[in-house]
């Protein structure tokens, strides 16, 4: 008898979750020099950590003889000053992929489902499997989350709706009128997930206040993250803001110490260091009109993105989608970017916008690889 099949059938149905290929396998793989390599695949910061995460970083280190502070006062106490909530309406997480586990943890179960779009991000099937829940997917329009099809696909069962706004890995964003619209007309027994990991680049005429609805929506959860802005994807820190009562579950399924102290320490600092966001968000912008216009160049349609990413199509051949094989020949020179077929996506590569040089390598290869 096996032991593995006493798992769950709904815990070994789970297909695993595809990272972006690191830059050291791609270098132990095609033997390449891994300085050589550029890494355009998880959306991280391409200016790298801030002075002044180091620095908080260092200060740190001789403190990781200690477990860190499992109730993140610190982490806690700036972020209720910088956005005005209650300490109690924050959740801090091991990347904000555990809050949203958390919120899977609290709500669902099996005979249980959540509610998310075609092209969502991966992690909602992935941790609404993993709880025995079914998960609904509601057709995309354009790429996009389409909030009314997403109501409608609400049945009695469902428990929580994941909306990623921005999403990925389309970039397609709900305007703030829509979205609070939305939060609004949804059943109140329904936790309105809204997964907002790139919320700090959107520029002052998109941006919107989802913090502010929380008053008035206790069964809103908004998560955020230091991964992507903030350039400290690899020490794992988010948190999610809600109603206390909802935080008080959450905390409840959270692990005593799921936050290490470098994380903490790093994301205090990050957040107060706007400078780096605004010169971050600088960088995107410059970046993206790069991408684009290379793309336009190269006659190829993309998806209009308010992230740091952008989903390319490439042109199928002979009925067949061609973003494999291209994918494939970006790697051969150094290049990698994400694959999205797995999104239902065959068509189309994920880009993240790098810095100027790095996208100036990516657009060479490209061109490379469309040409041969
Ligand atoms: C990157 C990303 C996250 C953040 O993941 P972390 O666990 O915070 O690193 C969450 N949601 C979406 C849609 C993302 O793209």
Redesign the pocket.
Known sequence: MDICEFSPSYVRAIAPYQPGKPISELAREYGLDERSIVKLAS?ENPLGLSPRARTAIERELAELSRYPDGNAFDLKAALSRKYGVPMEAIVV?N????I?EMAAAAFLAPGRSSVYSQHA?A?YPLATQARGAKGIVVPAKDFGHDPDAMLAAITPEARIVFI?NP??PTGTLVQGAALEAFVARAPRDVLVVI?E??NEYLPPELSYDSIGWLAKHPNLLV?R????VYAL?GL???YGLCDPKIADLLNRVRQPFNVNNLALAAAVAALGDAEFVARSCRVNRAGMSQLENGFRALALEWIASAGNFLSVRIPQSGGKPQAGIVFEKLLRQGVIVRPVAGYQMPDHLRVTVGLREENDRFLAALTNALGA
Do not use: C, E, H, W
């Not at 993250?225 to 992507?228: D, E, G, H, L, N």
């Open positions: 959306n997480g990347g904000s992929n555990d949203l991000f992690v990623a999403n990925n997964d990991a790139y998560t993250t230091f991964s992507k994807a794992r820190v988010g």
